[in-house]
């Protein structure tokens, strides 16, 4: 029976905020930093096109489309420089961290009272709690990169929203509907995938089986002897098929979220189409504007699916961050603290 965590999603982040607030305060603005020079990268490079076609438009003096290019690459250069400098430094803060933790859990294993090291359940619960911190890329440290993600996404999400604010606000639901239903029909599919890998893992299985067994010179006098090569042959060849049928059957799951994915663009890009050459005919909208507005309809689309895809990752790293939460507040069963102190003198008695 599936037991309920004991801590949900945010309580454990906010057990990691807490922790990294005591034992390395930059880690926090190492999160939000590299954020907002993620959305202002990316905010750049949507702008420098449609301000470059802009100048062109109006016919604007060379000086002054030179000087918008410069302009635009030195922003761009100076964003993508602090980022690169930035990037490397991250891991040393978070790296901090995470010793922290080992040193809660190594205390915690090493000063647990004895019927706590001989508990099976206890035991799998400190193994889990270990895997959580035993990498750069394991949840303790990895949650990290997630709430950076999570953070860009949902700035550069709010700032495309207010640059896309004058436009018609079902433009705007059609493009969150599209986004949202791609993504979980995508999840719901690829999760098939997940759920029936120990199928696909038998198939292989089986097949190594046959294949390692038909060269072992141990048993090739028995296989010649008995006749039993057609046999083996034949099994071989049913277990590949099913394999085969198994990859079909992946594939069409597949095959049918790509094709949905496709439409829902089609119909996404299609209205957004539609809806800005009528302004372009109707109200005089620029091709630089136009250029903007399409290409920040796409990247809002991908702020959306990252949101998603951040929340999703995050909540798998709160469930392993919740067992090794499990395993530090597991109780005592003795209260060491509460016992009279230990004599330093062997001989002195109390």
């Given amino acids: 029976m599936k037991t309920r965590p004991k801590y949900n999603m945010w309580q454990n982040t906010a057990f990691m905020l807490q922790t990294a607030w005591q034992k390395q305060k930059s880690v926090i603005v190492l999160c939000l930093l590299p954020a907002l020079l993620n959305v202002s990268i990316q905010l750049t490079e949507l702008l420098i096109a449609p301000a470059i076609l802009q100048k062109v438009e109006t016919h604007a003096p060379l000086t002054r489309l030179l000087t ?32 922290a933790l080992l040193i809660k ?7 647990t009272s004895f019927p706590n090291t001989e508990d099976t359940e206890l035991n799998r619960i400190r193994e889990k709690a270990e895997n ?12 990290w990169s997630t709430l950076t993600g999570l953070l860009t996404n949902v700035l550069g999400f709010l700032v495309y ?25 995508n999840k719901k599919i690829h999760k098939w995938g997940y759920t029936h890998r120990e199928e696909e893992g038998e198939y292989f299985k089986q097949l190594n089986f046959f294949y390692n067994h038909a060269q072992n010179r141990v048993i090739a006098k028995d296989i010649r002897l008995f006749g039993i090569r057609t046999w083996l042959e034949e099994l071989y ?15 069409k799951k597949y095959m049918l979220a790509s094709i949905l994915d496709v439409v829902l663009s089609f119909l996404r890009n299609g209205l957004i189409y539609i809806y800005l050459i009528q302004l372009v005919l109707q109200n ?14 796409d990247g809002f689309t991908s ?17 392993e961050l919740c067992t090794l939460r499990e395993y530090l507040d597991i109780s005592e069963p003795f209260l060491f603290e509460q016992g009279k102190p230990l004599c330093v003198n062997p001989h002195e008695t109390y």
Wanted: hydrophobic share 50%; proline share 2%; aromatic share 12%.
């Fill in 284 to 297: 005089g909208l620029s091709a630089s504007e136009f250029l903007l507005y399409f290409t920040a309809v």
């Fill in 68 to 99: 918008t290019i410069f302009i635009f690459t030195g922003i761009l250069l100076f964003l993508k420089s602090l980022q690169a400098y930035i990037d490397p430094n991250l891991l040393f803060g978070r790296i901090n961290v995470r010793t």
């Fill in 303 to 319: 702020w959306i699916t990252g949101i998603l895809n951040g929340f999703s990752t995050l909540h798998n790293q709160s469930l």
């Fill in 161 to 185: 929203l207010l640059l896309l604010s004058s436009l018609h606000p079902v433009l705007l639901c059609i493009v969150l509907t599209t986004s949202i239903t791609s993504y979980f029909v």
């Fill in 132 to 143: 959580t911190l035993n990498s750069n890329d394991s949840a303790g440290e990895a949650i």
């Fill in 237 to 251: 060849e049913k277990n590949y098929r099913l394999l085969l049928n198994f990859w079909m059957r992946r594939e």
């Fill in 105 to 111: 859990l190594a205390e915690k294993k090493t000063t």
